[in-house]
DNA sequence: CGCTCGGCCTGTGCGC
DNA sequence: TGCGCACAGGCCGAGC
Protein backbone atom coordinates (compact mmCIF):
# COMPACT_ATOMS: atom_id res chain seq x y z
CA UNK A 1 0.00 0.00 0.00
CA UNK A 2 1.57 2.82 1.26
CA UNK A 3 4.99 4.02 -0.92
CA UNK A 4 7.65 6.38 -0.02
CA UNK A 5 5.01 9.80 -0.08
CA UNK A 6 2.66 8.25 1.99
CA UNK A 7 4.99 7.23 4.75
CA UNK A 8 6.71 10.63 4.84
CA UNK A 9 3.51 12.39 4.90
CA UNK A 10 2.49 9.80 7.77
CA UNK A 11 5.70 10.88 9.12
CA UNK A 12 5.19 14.29 8.51
CA UNK A 13 1.62 14.44 10.60
CA UNK A 14 2.57 12.27 13.19
CA UNK A 15 6.10 14.04 14.21
CA UNK A 16 4.48 17.59 16.03
CA UNK A 17 1.86 15.52 17.66
CA UNK A 18 4.06 12.34 18.57
CA UNK A 19 7.10 13.79 19.72
CA UNK A 20 7.94 13.88 23.81
CA UNK A 21 5.03 11.88 24.14
CA UNK A 22 5.11 9.05 26.78
CA UNK A 23 3.95 5.04 25.98
CA UNK A 24 1.70 4.46 28.78
CA UNK A 25 0.72 0.59 27.29
CA UNK A 26 0.46 -1.34 24.23
CA UNK A 27 -2.23 -3.39 23.30
CA UNK A 28 -1.97 -6.46 20.85
CA UNK A 29 -4.90 -7.60 19.10
CA UNK A 30 -2.79 -9.43 16.57
CA UNK A 31 0.76 -10.53 17.75
CA UNK A 32 1.78 -11.87 14.50
CA UNK A 33 2.05 -8.42 13.45
CA UNK A 34 5.38 -7.96 15.97
CA UNK A 35 8.45 -9.71 13.86
CA UNK A 36 10.98 -8.99 17.12
CA UNK A 37 10.48 -9.39 20.02
CA UNK A 38 7.66 -11.58 21.54
CA UNK A 39 4.55 -9.92 22.09
CA UNK A 40 5.45 -9.68 26.39
CA UNK A 41 8.65 -8.18 26.04
CA UNK A 42 6.93 -5.94 23.22
CA UNK A 43 4.91 -4.32 25.63
CA UNK A 44 7.37 -4.22 28.82
CA UNK A 45 9.29 -2.79 26.83
CA UNK A 46 7.66 0.25 25.15
CA UNK A 47 5.73 0.81 28.89
CA UNK A 48 7.19 4.02 29.99
CA UNK A 49 9.22 5.11 26.67
CA UNK A 50 9.07 8.57 25.56
CA UNK A 51 9.07 9.34 21.79
CA UNK A 52 12.13 11.43 20.74
CA UNK A 53 12.24 11.69 16.74
CA UNK A 54 10.75 9.69 13.95
CA UNK A 55 12.48 8.96 10.69
CA UNK A 56 11.84 7.21 7.49
CA UNK A 57 13.74 5.16 5.33
CA UNK A 58 12.16 4.04 2.17
CA UNK A 59 8.77 2.47 3.32
CA UNK A 60 9.90 2.08 6.53
CA UNK A 61 8.92 4.28 9.65
CA UNK A 62 11.35 4.46 12.68
CA UNK A 63 9.97 5.61 15.63
CA UNK A 64 12.94 6.67 18.15
CA UNK A 65 12.73 5.97 22.00
CA UNK A 66 14.37 6.70 24.63
CA UNK A 67 16.89 4.47 26.39
CA UNK A 68 18.14 3.89 22.69
CA UNK A 69 15.26 1.53 21.22
CA UNK A 70 14.07 2.43 17.97
CA UNK A 71 10.68 0.50 16.97
CA UNK A 72 10.69 0.04 13.28
CA UNK A 73 6.83 -0.17 11.39
CA UNK A 74 6.33 -1.77 7.76
CA UNK A 75 2.72 -1.02 6.78
CA UNK A 76 3.11 -3.60 3.76
CA UNK A 77 0.00 -3.25 1.34
CA UNK A 78 -2.96 -2.01 3.78
CA UNK A 79 -1.36 -0.84 7.06
CA UNK A 80 -2.11 2.05 8.59
CA UNK A 81 -0.99 4.46 11.41
CA UNK A 82 -2.58 7.37 12.95
CA UNK A 83 -3.74 8.98 15.83
CA UNK A 84 -6.75 9.38 17.45
CA UNK A 85 -7.55 11.95 20.49
CA UNK A 86 -9.84 9.43 21.72
CA UNK A 87 -8.78 6.19 22.79
CA UNK A 88 -11.98 4.41 22.92
CA UNK A 89 -12.61 5.08 18.91
CA UNK A 90 -11.08 1.82 17.62
CA UNK A 91 -10.32 1.48 13.69
CA UNK A 92 -12.87 -1.26 12.44
CA UNK A 93 -8.94 -3.47 11.88
CA UNK A 94 -7.17 -2.18 14.69
CA UNK A 95 -4.64 -5.07 15.15
CA UNK A 96 -1.80 -3.03 17.62
CA UNK A 97 -2.96 0.38 19.83
CA UNK A 98 -0.10 2.34 21.40
CA UNK A 99 -1.88 4.35 24.70
CA UNK A 100 -0.15 7.39 25.44
CA UNK A 101 -0.04 9.51 29.06
CA UNK A 102 -3.39 12.20 28.23
CA UNK A 103 -5.66 9.92 27.33
CA UNK A 104 -4.74 9.30 22.93
CA UNK A 105 -3.72 6.83 21.31
CA UNK A 106 -2.11 5.69 18.11
CA UNK A 107 -3.42 2.62 16.31
CA UNK A 108 -1.93 0.10 13.80
CA UNK A 109 -4.73 -0.97 11.82
CA UNK A 110 -4.77 -3.84 8.96
CA UNK A 111 -7.04 -5.69 6.81
CA UNK A 112 -4.89 -7.92 5.38
CA UNK A 113 -2.77 -8.04 8.01
CA UNK A 114 0.70 -8.17 6.18
CA UNK A 115 2.36 -4.89 8.05
CA UNK A 116 5.30 -5.85 10.25
CA UNK A 117 6.97 -4.11 13.24
CA UNK A 118 9.83 -4.79 14.94
CA UNK A 119 11.92 -3.34 18.14
CA UNK A 120 15.20 -2.81 18.87
CA UNK A 121 17.99 -1.43 20.48
CA UNK A 122 19.41 0.92 18.29
CA UNK A 123 22.82 -0.89 17.04
CA UNK A 124 20.84 -3.83 16.27
CA UNK A 125 18.67 -2.44 13.70
CA UNK A 126 21.15 -4.02 10.69
CA UNK A 127 18.88 -6.82 11.48
CA UNK A 128 16.32 -5.99 9.64
CA UNK A 129 17.57 -7.16 5.80
CA UNK A 130 14.91 -4.81 4.19
CA UNK A 131 16.29 -1.90 5.75
CA UNK A 132 19.93 -2.73 5.61
CA UNK A 133 20.15 -3.95 2.23
CA UNK A 134 18.71 -0.85 0.88
CA UNK A 135 19.60 1.27 -1.96
CA UNK A 136 19.84 5.11 -2.27
CA UNK A 137 15.98 6.41 -2.19
CA UNK A 138 14.76 9.38 -4.71
CA UNK A 139 15.75 12.87 -4.10
CA UNK A 140 18.36 11.83 -1.58
CA UNK A 141 22.51 12.70 -2.10
CA UNK A 142 23.36 9.02 -2.72
CA UNK A 143 21.01 8.92 -5.79
CA UNK A 144 22.68 10.07 -8.56
CA UNK A 145 22.70 10.27 -12.31
CA UNK A 146 25.62 8.36 -12.47
CA UNK A 147 24.57 5.58 -10.10
CA UNK A 148 21.33 5.16 -11.89
CA UNK A 149 23.01 4.59 -15.20
CA UNK A 150 26.00 2.19 -14.34
CA UNK A 151 23.45 -0.16 -12.51
CA UNK A 152 20.65 0.16 -14.94
CA UNK A 153 23.27 -0.95 -17.25
CA UNK A 154 24.49 -3.63 -15.92
CA UNK A 155 21.10 -5.64 -15.30
CA UNK A 156 19.07 -8.39 -16.53
CA UNK A 157 15.24 -7.97 -16.49
CA UNK A 158 12.76 -5.67 -17.34
CA UNK A 159 12.56 -2.35 -16.08
CA UNK A 160 9.26 -2.18 -14.33
CA UNK A 161 11.13 -4.99 -12.10
CA UNK A 162 14.44 -2.88 -11.30
CA UNK A 163 12.23 -0.15 -10.47
CA UNK A 164 10.43 -2.40 -7.98
CA UNK A 165 13.71 -4.39 -6.17
CA UNK A 166 14.37 -1.78 -2.99
CA UNK A 167 18.16 -3.09 -3.26
CA UNK A 168 18.39 -0.68 -6.45
CA UNK A 169 16.18 2.07 -5.41
CA UNK A 170 14.46 2.50 -1.91
CA UNK A 171 10.72 3.26 -1.80
CA UNK A 172 9.50 3.23 -5.23
CA UNK A 173 6.06 0.95 -5.13
CA UNK A 174 3.48 -0.52 -7.94
CA UNK A 175 2.27 2.82 -8.41
CA UNK A 176 5.25 5.54 -8.31
CA UNK A 177 6.63 3.06 -11.08
CA UNK A 178 4.23 2.93 -13.05
CA UNK A 179 4.08 6.83 -13.11
CA UNK A 180 7.49 7.28 -13.44
CA UNK A 181 7.54 4.90 -16.89
CA UNK A 182 4.92 7.21 -18.36
CA UNK A 183 6.41 10.57 -17.51
CA UNK A 184 9.71 9.13 -18.95
CA UNK A 185 7.88 7.82 -22.04
CA UNK A 186 9.39 4.33 -21.59
CA UNK A 187 7.42 0.84 -22.08
CA UNK A 188 7.50 -1.09 -18.84
CA UNK A 189 8.70 -4.14 -20.47
CA UNK A 190 11.56 -2.82 -22.03
CA UNK A 191 14.50 -4.49 -20.66
CA UNK A 192 16.78 -2.49 -18.16
CA UNK A 193 20.06 -2.78 -20.37
CA UNK A 194 18.39 -1.78 -23.48
CA UNK A 195 17.50 2.10 -22.14
CA UNK A 196 19.73 4.97 -24.15
CA UNK A 197 21.86 6.96 -22.07
CA UNK A 198 18.80 9.81 -23.17
CA UNK A 199 16.05 7.28 -21.90
CA UNK A 200 18.04 7.15 -18.64
CA UNK A 201 17.83 10.59 -17.85
CA UNK A 202 14.68 11.29 -18.51
CA UNK A 203 14.03 8.30 -16.60
CA UNK A 204 16.42 9.43 -13.47
CA UNK A 205 14.61 13.17 -13.62
CA UNK A 206 10.96 11.21 -13.47
CA UNK A 207 11.49 9.27 -10.61
CA UNK A 208 12.58 12.14 -8.79
CA UNK A 209 9.46 14.45 -9.97
CA UNK A 210 6.67 11.68 -9.33
CA UNK A 211 8.26 11.07 -6.10
CA UNK A 212 8.53 14.95 -5.06
CA UNK A 213 5.25 15.53 -6.63
CA UNK A 214 3.54 12.85 -4.60
CA UNK A 215 4.87 13.91 -1.38
CA UNK A 216 3.53 17.92 -2.19
CA UNK A 217 0.34 16.42 -2.36
CA UNK A 218 0.48 14.44 0.89
CA UNK A 219 0.15 10.75 -1.09
CA UNK A 220 -2.09 8.96 -2.86
CA UNK A 221 -5.19 7.76 -1.18
CA UNK A 222 -6.57 5.35 -3.97
CA UNK A 223 -8.01 3.08 -1.67
CA UNK A 224 -7.33 2.49 1.79
CA UNK A 225 -4.04 5.30 2.36
CA UNK A 226 -4.82 7.91 5.33
CA UNK A 227 -1.83 9.80 6.90
CA UNK A 228 -0.77 10.14 10.27
CA UNK A 229 -4.12 12.14 11.49
CA UNK A 230 -6.43 9.79 9.48
CA UNK A 231 -6.50 12.59 5.93
CA UNK A 232 -6.85 11.28 2.78
CA UNK A 233 -3.70 12.45 0.72
CA UNK A 234 -4.62 13.96 -3.01
CA UNK A 235 -2.08 12.65 -5.59
CA UNK A 236 -4.87 10.53 -6.51
CA UNK A 237 -6.31 13.58 -8.51
CA UNK A 238 -2.44 13.69 -10.45
CA UNK A 239 -2.18 10.08 -11.74
CA UNK A 240 -1.25 9.55 -15.27
CA UNK A 241 -2.03 5.68 -15.99
CA UNK A 242 -2.23 3.95 -12.83
CA UNK A 243 -5.99 2.93 -11.92
CA UNK A 244 -6.88 4.51 -15.27
CA UNK A 245 -7.69 2.14 -17.82
CA UNK A 246 -9.92 2.35 -20.66
CA UNK A 247 -9.62 6.31 -20.40
CA UNK A 248 -7.46 8.51 -22.36
CA UNK A 249 -3.86 9.44 -22.22
CA UNK A 250 -4.29 12.93 -21.06
CA UNK A 251 -0.93 13.62 -23.85
CA UNK A 252 -2.32 11.71 -27.15
CA UNK A 253 -5.89 10.53 -26.02
CA UNK A 254 -5.00 6.42 -26.38
CA UNK A 255 -6.73 4.72 -24.12
CA UNK A 256 -4.71 3.67 -21.15
CA UNK A 257 -3.79 -0.25 -21.30
CA UNK A 258 -3.45 -2.52 -18.11
CA UNK A 259 -1.13 -5.67 -17.93
CA UNK A 260 0.70 -8.01 -15.96
CA UNK A 261 4.84 -6.68 -15.36
CA UNK A 262 6.41 -8.26 -13.02
CA UNK A 263 3.89 -10.40 -11.57
CA UNK A 264 1.87 -6.74 -10.68
CA UNK A 265 -0.93 -4.99 -12.46
CA UNK A 266 0.64 -2.40 -14.96
CA UNK A 267 -0.62 0.46 -16.60
CA UNK A 268 1.31 2.25 -19.50
CA UNK A 269 0.17 4.13 -22.76
CA UNK A 270 0.78 2.19 -25.70
CA UNK A 271 1.21 5.07 -28.04
CA UNK A 272 3.32 6.99 -25.86
CA UNK A 273 5.27 4.50 -24.08
CA UNK A 274 7.61 2.35 -26.59
C1' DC B 1 24.88 -13.82 -6.92
C1' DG B 2 20.87 -12.11 -9.50
C1' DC B 3 16.44 -12.86 -11.07
C1' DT B 4 11.51 -14.77 -11.06
C1' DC B 5 7.68 -16.50 -8.92
C1' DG B 6 4.69 -18.25 -5.26
C1' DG B 7 3.04 -17.44 -0.75
C1' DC B 8 1.50 -14.69 2.88
C1' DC B 9 -3.62 -12.59 4.43
C1' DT B 10 -8.32 -10.70 4.04
C1' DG B 11 -11.58 -7.41 2.02
C1' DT B 12 -13.66 -5.48 -1.96
C1' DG B 13 -15.57 -4.99 -6.36
C1' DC B 14 -16.57 -6.65 -10.73
C1' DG B 15 -18.85 -9.75 -13.82
C1' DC B 16 -22.21 -13.19 -14.43
C1' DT C 1 -29.72 -8.84 -6.02
C1' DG C 2 -26.45 -12.50 -4.83
C1' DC C 3 -22.39 -15.08 -5.43
C1' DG C 4 -17.76 -16.42 -6.64
C1' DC C 5 -13.55 -15.19 -8.02
C1' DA C 6 -9.90 -12.33 -9.35
C1' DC C 7 -7.21 -8.79 -7.61
C1' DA C 8 -5.11 -5.48 -4.29
C1' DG C 9 -0.29 0.33 -3.05
C1' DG C 10 4.87 -5.24 -0.65
C1' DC C 11 8.20 -8.22 0.68
C1' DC C 12 10.60 -12.71 1.70
C1' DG C 13 12.42 -17.00 0.54
C1' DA C 14 12.81 -20.98 -2.54
C1' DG C 15 14.38 -22.48 -6.74
C1' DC C 16 16.74 -21.87 -11.02
Not at 85 to 107: C, V, Y
Not at 206 to 221: C, F, M, P, Q, Y
Not at 246 to 261: A, D, H, L, N, R
Amino acid sequence: MPELPEVESIKRTLEPILIGRTIEHVEILLPRIIKWPSPEAFQAILAGKKITFLSRRGKYLLFYLDEDYIMVVHLRMTGRLYYTEDNAKQDRFARILFFFDNGTMLQYADARTLGTIYLFPANELGRITGLSTMGPEPLSPDFTMAYFKDSIKIRKGNIKALLLNQRFVGGLGNIYVDESLAVAEINPLRSAASLTDAEIEKLFSAVNKVIADGIEHRGTSFRDYRDGIGKKGAHQNYLRVYGRKGQPCEKCGTSIVKMEVAGRGTHYCPNCQR
